[in-house]
């Protein structure tokens, strides 16, 4: 009998496959669960994290771990727990493979803030994922579907601190800017 790989489901940059190489991405939807900004102590800038609420679903993508070898994305998740979801997922795979979600436990969780805003850069690959992926009804139900648009967004486009940045087009800053602007979210310009 063929062991199955592992699936995780991602709900932020894991979206965006160019941030990363795992296989047979595809699209997936998280029941149970809602995206937030957060910040914990173990990164200094606010990033999106899920929490469970029921009644409620997100949009993401799933894909394989060979092997089981969780090393590299526990290391480049390190400050979230890995939490097994599978029954929480809907995806199109045949059967029930394991399927895990990364989470940041809400008792470590606090709010963005000028000291611990969203990145810009970071933001704007989550975007372009949900874009690729779900297109722009998917890029618009991200926006809706994600709380904590109270923390500042810090323009960092310029010189993105963000590692996985991406390059996006015209046609994409200007949708994802429009987006941000109807949360609300106050936008921060870097120090000089």
Known sequence: MTQTAPYFF??????????HDYS?????RLSGWRRTWAHTDLRDVAFLTAKP???DTIDGLIAAVPGADWAALDEREYAYDRVLASQAVGHDLPGAPEISVYAVPAERQAPGSNRH????SYLDVV???YM????REGV???VATTDGWDAPILDDRDAPRYPRHQPTTAQERSLFDDLIASTGARRLRPAS
Not at 10 to 19: C, F, H, I, Q
């Open 140 to 142: 618009i139900d991200f």
């Open 127 to 129: 975007l372009q994922g």
């Open 117 to 120: 805003p969203i990145l810009l």
């Open 132 to 135: 690729q992926v779900f297109g």
């Open 10 to 19: 991602g709900y932020g940059s894991l979206v965006n496959t160019a941030t």
């Open 53 to 55: 609420a029921p009644g």
């Open 24 to 28: 047979d991405p595809r699209p997936a």
